[in-house]
């Protein structure tokens, strides 16, 4: 797949629309093997999930053939959530839909785990400084990660982070509302994980 010549383009909705009329698979960031660990660690088999910016990631499938069953995956791309929906009809616990995620339409308490993997880098796509973001990115970030905490029960396990954004976080005890980043969450030992990684947050 080609680079598009403006990063700007990664968020809109017609530019992975007409991605993934082409595309059928890409992981971004890291893919499953790389972080199950994780997951064996901190997720219930039980635990509903909601995944954020599913793309046509491998991701979900994987988890559900490891025993997750109780996902629900959300894109903006109809394109995308159709195909992914086609190709995994016999995965039939698992969910597929439509939606933005500066606009969360589920009920309060819908799901223990929330995970995003490089979803959250599209909302900053025009950013000159990643740690030093404008305003207006801010209060985005603020408002997706509010409605996030609001989607996720109370007793809630955490939400996973696989971003340029979040540079492999982990937020293990996330209570809504959504406290500022700095001060709340636990940098994991993302080297185990994510050799090669670029800057992060926290050494
Ligand atoms: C960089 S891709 C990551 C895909 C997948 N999570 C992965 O790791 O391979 C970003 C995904 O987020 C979706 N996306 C971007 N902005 C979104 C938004 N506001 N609401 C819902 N999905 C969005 C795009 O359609 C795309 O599938």
Redesign the pocket.
Known sequence: MDLPHKNAV??L?DY?DERYTKEEN????KSYDDFKELIHKHLRNSDRILI??????A?SEQMYKDGYRNIVN????PV?IENMKRKHKHLVEMEWLV????NLTFSPNSFEVVI????L???MVEERDLWNPSQEVRDRMDSVLKQVSHTTHNHVLGNLCISQVGHSIFYPHLPPPHPPIEDNYEPLPVRKYFKGSNKRVNS
């Open positions: 990664y968020k909705q992975w890409f992981e971004w960031c954020l910016g599913c793309g046509n990631s991701l959300i894109d903006f791309s995308v939606m933005d995620i500066t995003e993997k490089a979803t880098d599209a909302l």
